[in-house]
């Protein structure tokens, strides 16, 4: 491949901690000055494409403003998800006041972490990933970033390589995007790394005192090490009539498959929960032109995560586009002659219904575990800060509860992003590594026209402090506890919620009274956090 030396930029148009998207014929890339270094890089995301001119640089880190990925500028490697895939770099230097960088005459989109390959001369170990969603996908492929030589085998029960399950509720249910879109690797990606995925394997027992892993036929499995990521299940709803078809729950492809195929036809939806699986489908499904109602106990959708104000914020904007809500009462029953006709509510109403979605959480896919500490309440497991439960036996995502660094308290989180977080941590860890898992929780959702980034984590709070415009979806909100600065959701402020997520990692999120009393500009907040770090 040939390159070739392109003057792009002078020197003096770039103050220290600076970046900025350059356009090269007919290309874009991205600069960033580091004290008195020069770097550059692709000027996209790697995972779905954003300006990270639009997020914010924090020392040697660029942080995407969508989604939140990490990457280390200098070297284009991937430091955060939900991106699987590094930046491709460029060698920059510095001629007079020019700066000039090298391309080459085809630039890739991204780059696959540098990986090894399986070499049982070097290590004859075989560690098992079970699981193969967002933790364990991500532990796997880590597994073989950090160097561990021996076999990697993930277990799946599903029969499709590990996807993005984020866009089953969103794109995919607006009939926007294809299977296919929704893989993360090909299979040949994980036959080039040496990583074994079986799928159709459902597991009833993990013995972790023998290091043994029991299959549904009774065959045996040994591992030296084992991440169990298995995920949640959805929970159904216990009324008569929920046997009737067309009544879906939202959690693998072919969930949202069977949906989309009664949508075609659909002129009526109930959708039972108002969190975010319930809304964002709700969403999809109104933009298909169905008629949608809402049913759930609360008094504003997201009412226990978000509050009552932005709830409440979030009903207007789904109404404004059709949706109606029925709160305050639950269904009572389903009535149908073979498929779902109505929705009986408790409060004596009747709603039709051609198709109707159940969203109302999962339960943590646990049973099968042997000599492990659950918890008693919802069958989660209960994990050090290495994320570790046994010997050799570590767990992530949605059924870890886990010490949240900043509280200390179990905790147990179900974000996309958090799991491949503890799938990378976690990988790590059982090659030896004693890395405390410390990593900032953050999600994002898309409803209609309106994105809302949440960061940290507030199970309950003294006060929610609302800066913006609620009635224009622009807006932070701060939830605080004991005048700390718990999670910050918002909306129209990716890049001052990137600036916020930096400064909770790096533990120098301003207190409750100085988010009340100051106008705080975040993006300026972090670089004199940097300044005065140096």
């Not at 970046?19 to 580091?34: G, H």
């Not at 073979?338 to 339960?363: H, P, R, Y």
């Amino acid at each position: 491949m040939g390159y070739k030396d392109i003057r792009v930029a002078n020197v003096k148009d770039f103050k220290k901690g600076e970046m900025r998207q350059v356009s090269v014929e007919d290309n874009e890339i991205l600069l960033a000055r580091v004290e008195d270094g020069f770097f550059a890089t692709v000027a996209r995301c790697t995972h779905y494409g954003a300006p990270l001119e639009k997020g914010v640089l924090n020392g040697e880190r660029v942080i995407c403003p969508w989604h939140n990925a990490c990457f280390g500028v200098k070297s284009g490697k991937l430091e955060e998800p939900p991106a699987l895939d590094a930046l491709p770099r460029f060698p920059v230097r510095v001629e007079g006041e020019d700066l000039v960088v090298q391309l080459p005459e085809k630039i890739s989109a991204q780059r696959t972490p540098d990986m090894t390959g399986y070499n049982p001369q070097a290590d004859n170990r075989t560690f098992v990933v079970l699981g193969t969603g967002a933790a364990g996908s991500a532990a796997a492929e880590t597994l073989r970033q950090a160097g561990f030589e021996g076999r990697v085998v993930m277990l799946t029960k599903e029969d499709i390589l590990p996807y993005d399950r984020t866009a089953l509720s969103k794109k995919y249910l607006q009939n926007d995007s294809k299977k296919d879109s929704l893989v993360l690797r090909s299979l040949e990606f994980y036959n080039e790394w040496d990583i074994e995925v079986y799928s159709h394997k459902s597991v009833t027992l993990v013995e972790p005192l023998k290091k043994t892993i029991t299959f549904e036929d009774n065959t045996i499995f040994e591992y030296d090490a084992l991440l169990v990521a298995t995920g949640g299940k959805p929970r159904n709803l216990k009324v008569p009539g929920a046997d009737l078809d067309n009544i879906f729950t939202l959690r693998k492809p072919e969930d949202a498959d069977k949906i989309l195929a009664v949508a075609e036809n659909a002129k009526t939806a109930v959708v039972v929960g108002s969190s975010f699986i319930g809304m964002e489908a709700a969403s999809s499904l109104a933009q298909r032109d169905i008629e949608v109602t809402v049913v759930a106990p609360g008094t504003v959708p997201f009412e226990k995560i978000l509050g009552g104000d932005i709830g409440a914020t979030f009903r207007k904007l789904h109404e404004s586009n059709g949706v109606s809500f029925r709160m305050g009462t639950k269904v009572k029953q389903f009535e149908g002659k073979g498929k779902v006709e109505t929705a009986v509510l408790e409060n004596g109403e009747s709603l039709n219904a051609d198709l109707v979605i159940i969203g109302i959480g999962v339960e943590p896919v646990t049973d099968f575990l042997q000599d492990i500490e659950l918890n008693e309440k919802d069958g989660s497991v209960i994990v050090n800060e290495y994320l570790q439960a046994a010997d050799n036996l570590y767990v992530a995502g949605d059924i870890a509860r886990f010490p949240y660094a900043a509280t200390g308290e179990l905790t147990r989180i179900e974000h996309w992003r958090l799991a491949q977080q503890h799938g990378r941590v976690a990988a790590r860890n059982m090659i030896g590594e004693k890395i405390k898992f410390a990593s900032v929780p953050f999600f994002w959702s898309g409803q209609f026209d309106v994105k809302l980034r949440y960061a940290g984590h507030a199970e309950k709070w003294d006060d929610i402090i609302i800066q913006g415009n609620l009635n224009e979806q622009e807006f932070l909100a701060f939830y605080v506890k004991d005048n700390q600065v718990l999670a910050v959701a918002g909306s129209q402020h990716d890049k001052d919620i990137a600036a916020i997520t930096e400064l909770m990692r790096s533990q120098q999120m301003p207190s409750e009274d100085e988010v009340r009393q100051t106008k705080i500009n975040w993006v300026e907040k972090l670089n004199s956090q940097q300044l005065a770090v140096g």
